[in-house]
């Protein structure tokens, strides 16, 4: 059972920037940011291979947020630059430990969400 924290939500004003943070009970294989937006369905925002850094963005966000994550702190990051009135929604963490899930896009643990706000 791997449990994972998120942290660094908050409101910021369009063009501005955050950082989330995502902290992992133990051993991933693969990592993602997805985000759920009131009365919309959940978006995939990046994923990430824990062993090789292979990361990959959904269309909305490429060149604008950076999916890192850090082995030693177990510790998943997404960087938010330039940020966007429509990248407010929640953001969740998930996470897989196996690499059958991680191929095809199974994430079998998730996280509480953290909450961003982007003000126009």
């Known amino acids: 059972q791997v449990q994972l924290v998120e942290s660094g939500g908050g409101s910021v004003q369009a063009g501005g920037s955050l950082r989330l943070s995502c902290a992992a009970s133990?051993?991933?294989?693969?990592m993602a940011w997805f985000r759920q937006a009131s009365g919309k369905e959940r978006e995939k925002v990046a994923t990430?291979?824990?062993?090789?850094?292979?990361?990959e963005y959904g269309d909305s966000v490429k060149g604008r947020f950076t999916i890192s994550h850090d082995n030693a702190k177990s510790t998943l990051y997404l960087q938010m630059n330039s940020l966007k009135p429509e990248d407010t929604a929640m953001y969740f963490c998930?996470?897989?430990?196996?690499?059958?899930?991680?191929?095809?896009?199974?994430?079998?643990?998730w996280g509480q969400g953290t909450q961003v706000t982007v003000s126009s």
């Open positions: 998930a996470a897989s430990v196996a690499y059958t899930a991680c191929s095809f896009g199974r994430y079998n643990y």
């Open positions: 133990g051993y991933t294989y693969c």
């Open positions: 990430i291979s824990t062993g090789t850094l292979r990361t």
